[in-house]
């Protein structure tokens, strides 16, 4: 079974930095895309990133452009998110997410397209 594990959140002043990092584990899988999503207190769980796999392409939601940038390495398995200008709106756990084995299209923006899930890191952004 694909695990998902993630590491980098933490605390963090408004306009500081943060990386987060996800790693996929668990035998032979293949990897259509990854992402990420965020989840604050009382909200619904929100699409952040996306990536393609084998191509590279990325995707954000409006509320990250310019600020945040996902990238992949294939040969770890790994995706990670950096996040720059931070905001205090942007604390929340984040969750990495893929779409692993079976193909069924794209849609990347929908949660309910990921079919393997991190455990969340909490990222705080403060005044």
């Known amino acids: 079974q694909v695990q998902l594990v993630e590491s980098g959140g933490g605390l963090v002043q408004a306009g500081g930095s943060l990386r987060l990092s996800c790693a996929a584990s668990?035998?032979?899988?293949?990897?259509?895309?990854m992402g990420w999503f965020r989840q604050a207190p009382g909200k619904e769980r929100e699409f952040v990133a996306a990536i393609h796999w084998s191509g590279g392409s990325t995707y954000y939601a409006d509320s990250v452009k310019g600020r945040f940038t996902i990238s992949r390495d294939n040969a770890k398995n790994t995706v990670s998110l950096q996040m720059n200008s931070l905001k205090p709106e942007d604390t929340a756990v984040y969750y990495c997410a893929a779409r692993i084995n079976t193909f069924i299209g794209f849609n990347y923006y929908s949660k309910a397209w990921y079919n393997s899930w991190g455990q969340g890191t909490q990222v705080t952004v403060s005044l």
């Open positions: 668990g035998g032979t899988f293949t990897i259509y895309a």
